[in-house]
T-cell receptor, first 112, second 114 residues
Framework: QKEVEQDPGPLSVPEGAIVSLNCTYSNSAFQYFMWYRQYSRKGPELLMYTYSSGNKEDGRFTAQVDKSSKYISLFIRDSQPSDSATYLCAMGLGNAGTMLTFGGGTRLMVKP | NAGVMQNPRHLVRRRGQEARLRCSPM?????VYWYRQLPEEGLKFMVY????????ESGMPKERFSAEFPKEGPSILRIQQVVRGDSAAYFC????????????FGPGTRLTVL
């Protein structure tokens, strides 16, 4: 079993839809959680960062963490074709300078 | 305000040759991480370095791979005697020295071994 599980998709939605992306994890020691967006043949771009259970909102993006269920989500409101990319969840142990453990990524396609 | 820089962006090597990948962290960052992304897979941690020190190399293959981050200049990931299975995208990330546990990634180096 992988430490971090993520549905690979692809997930295809119409423009304007609300998108829900999810990851589950097995290591209860993970303390901080990130979402990265990766366009084809580019480097991952940090979207959201959370350090505790609950919700964090930034523009059209909301990150949600449920540590009791070991489950994190990223919601994208009013999705745009430019949101079409692979979304990677990542987790760390909470100490500066430690490795991140990534999910395999979910490919999202937003159709105009 | 440059981000993490990596070069070359694309590197082609024949089996048995050496590959050298370079990474310059963001300004003010002194922690450097290397990750590898195989086709259709997520990123896998390889090594974490600070200036002149390897802090964690638990994800690095024991043979043929080495990394350094000298006092002056970029961090180098070196792969000796490359094999076809080394073909992947190699990403470097950096984070600040104090209080920084978010990592910012460079554009990657795509290594192709013929």
């Amino acid at each position: 079993q992988k430490e971090v599980e993520q549905d690979p998709g692809p997930l295809s939605v119409p423009e304007g839809a609300i998108v829900s992306l999810n990851c589950t994890y097995s290591n209860s020691a993970f303390q901080y959680f990130m979402w990265y967006r990766q366009y084809s043949r580019k480097g991952p771009e940090l979207l959201m960062y959370t350090y505790s259970s609950g919700n964090k909102e930034d523009g059209r993006f909301t990150a949600q963490v449920d540590k009791s269920s070991k489950y994190i989500s990223l919601f994208i409101r009013d999705s745009q074709p430019s949101d079409s990319a692979t979304y990677l969840c990542a987790m760390g142990l909470g100490n500066a300078g430690t490795m991140l453990t990534f999910g395999g990524g979910t490919r999202l396609m937003v159709k105009p | 305000n440059a981000g993490v820089m990596q070069n070359p962006r694309h590197l082609v090597r024949r089996r048995g040759q050496e590959a050298r990948l370079r990474c310059s962290p963001m300004k003010g960052h002194s922690h450097v991480y290397w990750y590898r992304q195989l086709p259709e897979e997520g990123l896998k941690f390889m090594v974490y370095l600070q200036k002149e020190n390897i802090i964690d190399e638990s994800g690095m293959p024991k043979e043929r791979f080495s990394a350094e981050f000298p006092k002056e200049g970029p961090s180098i990931l070196r792969i000796q005697q490359v094999v076809r299975g080394d073909s992947a995208a190699y990403f470097c990330a950096s984070s600040p020295a104090l209080g920084g546990d978010t990592q910012y990634f460079g554009p990657g180096t795509r290594l192709t071994v013929l």
